[in-house]
């Protein structure tokens, strides 16, 4: 890891269609916090508008397994069927490197193995949806799945509710405005703990 700067690490994890991501991408246009986003590799296709080095290191199964033989991950998981997605060392490095801050829009056993690894360094956040079938509309609305693949992320999704209790935080997105400035007010928080 990067010697001169040791920047904090901000997990969000949540059920897929919990708006973590949209909170994820609303703390990156807050200059005044220096986060960058942690890049994950992932050996499912692209979607939609996504693009290669930026929202994902789009690589094969095969180089997937590859890396993790070679130990070249944080954490991986095989998150859905088939599908692995990971948070290379490097990117890490990369990020802390620039004297920035780490945030990651990763799956719950992911996000919880971040922070076992770095216990003071990481804040781990849990963005709660209001309801299983809440999930369910807006997963259908984003349009960008299979009602199989839908039926997939939900099965895991009562799961990965049982464990917010293990998150040193959680927000409830019921509504955006609030969750978006809960957010804001944790991540400032946490990076004024430094000085
Ligand atoms: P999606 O296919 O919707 O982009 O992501 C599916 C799930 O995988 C989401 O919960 C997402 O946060 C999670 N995920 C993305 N990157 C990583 C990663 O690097 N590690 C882990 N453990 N999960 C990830």
């Known amino acids: ?6 920047g904090k690490l901000f997990v969000f994890s949540a059920p897929s269609g919990s708006g973590k991501t949209t909170i994820v991408r609303h703390l ?8 960058a986003f942690s890049i994950s590799a992932t050996s499912r296709a692209p979607r939609g508008e996504e693009i290669n080095g930026l929202d994902y290191y789009f690589i094969s199964r095969e180089e997937f397994i590859k890396k993790i033989k070679n130990d070249e991950f944080l954490e991986w998981e095989e998150v859905y069927r088939d599908n692995f997605y990971g948070t ?3 990117e890490v490095e990369r990020i802390w490197s620039q004297g920035k801050h780490v945030i990651f ?11 076992k690894k770095f216990p003071k360094e990481t804040l781990a956040v849990f963005v709660k949806p209001p309801s299983v079938d809440e999930l369910k509309i807006r997963l259908k609305k984003r349009k960008t799945e299979s009602e199989d693949k839908i039926n997939m992320r939900i099965a895991k999704a009562s799961v ?12 409830k997105n019921y509504e955006l405005d609030i969750a978006l400035k809960e957010a804001e007010e944790l991540v400032g928080n946490f990076i004024d703990l430094e000085k």
């Open 1 to 6: 890891m990067a010697k001169e700067f040791k």
């Open 28 to 35: 990156l246009t807050q200059e005044k916090f220096g986060l």
């Open 88 to 90: 290379l060392k490097s």
């Open 105 to 115: 829009d990763i799956d719950v056993a992911g996000g919880l193995r971040i922070k």
């Open 160 to 171: 990965e509710l049982a464990t917010a209790p293990q998150f040193d935080k959680i927000i």
